[in-house]
């Protein structure tokens, strides 16, 4: 990728579609709340694409690929952060019992 390219990438004016999209344009697209994520940006191209195309399972290929993939990242990252979050309460169920135990040896020293 090219220094023009990540400027244009950054500024949002690739030739890549948009991953979100607007609430107006998922109303518009008449997409169930439960679709309206960060990837309904490509899933509202692709439905229109499958009304088009009549549902046929070998058309709308790139779409659907698309939407996938997006779907499967924002999966990972949500992975991500379920782990981190496991980790962090390890970590405090560690951190209290560790003071739990040095409070009772103090206690028991004293």
Not at 7 to 36: C, F
Not at 92 to 106: G, K, M, V
Request: glycine letters at 4%; a neutral charge.
């Amino acid at each position: 990728m090219t220094v023009v390219e990540a400027v244009k990438s950054a500024i949002g004016l690739s030739g890549a579609p948009s991953t979100t999209a607007t609430r107006e344009q998922m109303s518009e697209a008449r997409l169930p709340i439960a679709y309206r994520d960060g990837c309904a940006g490509l899933l509202i191209p692709l439905n229109r694409c499958r009304q088009e195309e009549y549902y046929l399972p070998w058309k709308c290929e790139q779409e659907r690929h698309s939407y996938e993939k997006c779907q499967y990242e924002e999966f990972k990252k949500r992975v991500a952060k379920m782990d981190e979050l496991r980790e962090a309460k390890v970590l405090a169920l560690h951190y209290i019992a560790l003071h739990w135990l040095s409070s009772t040896l103090l206690y028991l020293a004293s």
